[in-house]
């Protein structure tokens, strides 16, 4: 499990400090499709953490970093628990 830990917390550094250099200028994509006229045919999705904001905090790097280190630990979760599902199911198979 430390070593799990470790993971986690060199994610979530390597992911919060990212965000400190990251643009707010659009992308290569955003200008092409501004250019070419496609980017008004855009439809909006919604999620939980749209654009790497956090509803409470809508802007700055404090909210993306929120964003971030929530998403870096929900992945961690899922696959954790994928892994020991796995296990389970593989330990079962062997028993039988």
Known sequence: MRGYLSAIIAAISIGVLAVFFTSQRPDGLEQVSGRIGFASKAVEQSAVMAGY????????????????????????????????????????????
Do not use: C, D, W
């Not at 404090?62 to 954790?80: D, E, M, P, R, W």
């Open 53 to 96: 904001t956090t509803p409470a905090i809508q802007t700055g790097k404090i909210s993306s970093s929120i964003a971030v280190t929530a998403g870096i630990v929900l992945l961690f979760a899922l696959f954790f628990l994928l892994g020991e599902l796995l296990k389970f199911r593989n330990n079962n198979h062997e028993n039988k």
